[in-house]
């Protein structure tokens, strides 16, 4: 039937890709960008190939995110065709509108517009062979979404939360958008993110600042698994800010909870 075209045709497009999996909040802030980057690192660790696509457009972190926005991918032309060559940084392949526009621009552009870059990012970016490839997705619900899905064959989503009431009913809403109309996304588990904070001097107590169970609640909710729970650390923060995830080295928590998550979400698929 046509959705069996439609999905063949998508597929066409990534024939290298084995798993694309959409990383949602409903919220901004909650750190959708951190999970993601830190999920691919840890993905990496495992022995995956990965790949980041910063669907982000309004707001992209991946560059800064991999110290890499000083970076710019090689475009060539072919037969008239555009040929992007992804950034590699870290052993992770990654696309992001913030490479390809100056900084510290704003870039406001109307959905079709953003819609079709997005699709350039899938159709003219040479991925290559990936095991995952991760769309670091705007946060909410937009045409951009519908694109992302309607585009290529997602095979997942994980949605990212805070514990707190008002990120958990946003993030009820982003879920259930993957589930809408002919969209038939699984929702592969969620991650609660600054789930509690530990400071150093106590380190056998757990402050749940942004209040508990709310990641929980959200995974019952959708019947699906709370694949893990990321305290709020500092070092986090820091690597965001420093451009280097700070998965990619042995912090005593923070590596393994994202390991833990990664391992989780492998068996899911
Ligand atoms: P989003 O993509 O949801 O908008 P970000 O990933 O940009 O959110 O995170 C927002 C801010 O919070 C960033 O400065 C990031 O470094 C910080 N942050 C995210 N998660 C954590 C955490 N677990 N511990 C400490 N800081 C965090």
Do not use: C
Not at 171 to 187: D, E, H, Y
Not at 219 to 242: H, N, S, T, Y
């Amino acid at each position: 039937t046509s959705d069996v075209t439609a999905n063949a045709q998508k597929s066409i497009m990534l024939p290298g890709v084995k798993n694309i999996i959409a990383v949602s909040s409903g919220k901004g802030g909650v750190g959708k960008s951190t999970v993601t980057v830190n999920l691919a690192m840890a993905l990496k660790k495992a022995g995956a190939k990965v790949g980041i696509l910063d669907a982000d457009i309004s707001g992209p972190s991946i560059p800064i995110m991999f110290g890499a926005e000083d970076l710019q991918p090689l475009v060539s032309v072919k037969d008239g065709k555009n040929f992007i060559s992804p950034i590699m940084q870290y052993g992770i392949k990654m696309i992001s509108i913030g490479f390809l526009t100056p900084a510290d621009s704003a870039v406001v552009w109307r959905g079709p517009m953003a819609s079709q870059a997005l699709k350039q990012f899938f159709g003219d970016v040479d991925w290559g062979e990936l095991d995952y490839l991760l769309l670091d997705m705007p946060p909410g619900t937009s045409d951009i979404h519908l694109t992302l899905v309607q585009t290529v064959p997602v095979s997942g989503a994980v949605i990212v939360t805070t514990p707190q009431k008002v990120a958990t009913a946003d993030a009820t809403k982003g879920g259930s958008m993957f589930s809408q109309g002919n969209i038939n996304v699984p929702i592969l588990g969620v991650i609660e993110n600054m789930s509690y904070f530990t400071p150093a001097e106590l380190p056998n107590h757990k402050y749940y600042l942004f209040g508990e169970g709310g990641g929980q609640q959200l995974a019952d909710k959708f019947g699906v698994e709370l694949l893990g729970q990321i305290p709020i650390v500092q070092a986090i923060r820091e690597g965001g800010d420093e451009g280097r995830p700070v998965t990619m080295d042995e912090h005593e928590v923070v590596t393994s909870a994202f390991m833990n998550v990664a391992e989780k979400l492998a068996q899911k698929i």
